[in-house]
């Protein structure tokens, strides 16, 4: 016997032969492990989703049909796994820093409540709390069990966000790459992907079929090997698909342990909240205001009225999301108006398949190119100055990148117009309906027609006059 095996534990403390862990001496580092892993990634996951919508901002403009898809489910899987486990992470070192008051409570007093003392509390208020805080070691180790069921919770949760995510995108990619080999793309990539999908979820059902059909013959005594074998190769490509060897021990373990009732409803709840997350970042990227009490100034008033997004001078950061027209500024001093038209490829290249020559594809070369990008962005838009018709013939087509858009650029001749107020309207789609995706939709824009402001800075001044 070598020196190692004459050191090793004897007795009900040492390893089982094989075992290169002892859960024991392990076990009392636990609590450091998951304090340095939740604080290195709560605040970190909790930093993420801003740069993620950030980098979806300026890639999904420019993205059209399955590509924007592909591009909207990736945000949605980051954004959630990101707020779900910064969120659980953040909660479990709140839990966690509390079991830690708790142990520094109990070694500086080790008979912890003494409940002889609490002389202005009634016996009958300390038998309720007795009964339901009982004595201070057994809540340091229900809190110490709580804080470890939810970090192992929370570790399942990622990997299988995570997992969601690869196989979505596995399914999604293929499925863009064989839409754009059909004319309808849209509809190739949707069965492309559905094919699969459904497959998978036949399998899922045919296993549960499978497992409760043994169990009837089991209990008529009936063979059912044909049964098993057919059942255990389903679960072969499920538990490779799932990654069921990574994630079951943590699963099965809490799901047995909690209750599967308890436990799924807990597990589907948060995968679901962590899918529509990036959803609801969405929506109130595009609100002025989730919790808007407005009244009197309505939203239906501000759209009739100004809007920042509408003014690159007044434009911010969360302006990103509205793609609207463009004017330099609110007020006007030059006698050409720059407008701007963005060209949004989700909703102009729908629009542009029905209304523009060779279904909306500009296969023109050189300057034909250019003529043809002007036509079609006509045929979508119809501006008016005050309520004259404008024509987009002199327009031409621009890259913003300081915007991050490409659309029509084009010069309105003020000439003549009086010095105040002035409307410009535009409507996209002015054959569309009042609902769906390809609704009609309006833009106004107010400005303030200033020339003599501009006169004045560049004149000189007037040379002074001698007194006689």
């Known amino acids: 016997m070598n ?53 979806w901002v300026g890639s999904e403009l420019h993205a059209d049909g399955a590509t924007w898809y592909v591009l909207q489910f990736a945000f949605n899987i980051g954004v959630g796994l990101s707020y779900a486990l910064g969120s659980a992470f953040v909660v479990h070192l709140a839990i966690r820093g509390y079991w830690v008051g708790l142990v520094g409570l109990k070694s500086h007093f080790p008979s912890g409540i003494r409940w002889e003392r609490l002389s202005s509390m009634g016996a009958g208020s300390q038998r309720f709390y007795r009964s339901m805080i009982g004595e201070l070691g057994e809540t340091i180790d229900r809190v110490d069990r709580t804080a470890s069921v939810l970090f192992a919770m929370t570790i399942l949760l990622a990997l299988t966000l995570t997992w969601i995510g690869v196989i979505g995108l596995s399914l999604l990619i293929p499925a863009s790459l064989i839409g754009l080999l059909f004319e309808d793309s849209e509809r190739a990539t949707f069965i492309a992907f559905a094919v699969p999908y459904v497959a998978f979820l036949v399998g899922g059902m045919a296993i549960f079929a499978l497992d409760k059909l043994m169990m009837r013959r089991a209990r008529r005594r009936q063979p059912a090997q044909g049964l098993e074998l057919a059942m255990n190769r389903l679960l072969r490509v ?19 342990n909690m209750g599967s009732v ?59 999301m509205l793609r609207y027209p463009l004017i330099p500024s609110d007020r006007i001093e030059q006698a050409r108006l720059r407008l701007f038209i963005p060209h949004r490829p989700r909703l102009d290249n729908a629009l542009a398949q029905t209304v523009c020559v060779d279904h909306g594809d500009n296969i023109a070369t050189d300057r034909a190119a250019a003529d043809a ?5 006509a045929s979508i838009w119809t501006v008016t100055l005050d309520g004259q018709p404008v024509a987009l013939s002199d327009f031409v087509p621009m890259e913003r990148r300081d915007l991050g858009m490409r659309g029509l650029v084009g010069y ?24 769906g995706v390809l609704r009609r939709r309006d833009y106004a824009i107010p400005f303030w027609y200033d020339p003599d402001v501009g006169a004045s800075a560049q004149s000189p001044p007037a040379p002074a006059v001698a007194d006689a």
């Open 412 to 435: 309105l001749d003020l000439q003549g117009k009086v010095p105040g107020r002035h409307d410009l309207h535009l409507r996209w789609n002015s054959e569309g309906s009042e609902r």
């Open 3 to 55: 020196d190692i095996d004459q050191a090793a534990p004897q007795g009900e403390n040492a390893m089982p032969a094989g075992r290169r862990i002892s859960f024991e001496r392990l076990r009392e580092r636990t609590d450091e492990l998951e304090l340095l892993i939740s604080g290195l990634l709560a605040f970190a996951l909790l930093t993420l989703p801003t740069h993620l919508f950030q980098a």
């Open 238 to 256: 499920f538990s490779a698909v799932t990654l069921q060897r990574l994630g079951g021990p943590v699963q099965f373990t809490l799901q047995s």
């Open 262 to 320: 308890g436990f799924n409803t807990v597990y589907l709840l948060v995968i679901f909240l962590a899918m529509t997350i990036g959803g609801l970042q969405i929506v109130s990227s595009t609100s002025f205001s989730l919790l808007s009490r407005y009244r009197v100034v309505t939203s239906e008033a501000v759209d009739h009225g100004m809007l920042s997004a509408h003014y690159e001078s007044m434009r911010t950061p969360d302006d990103a």
């Open 373 to 377: 990008a002007v036509a079609c962005m």
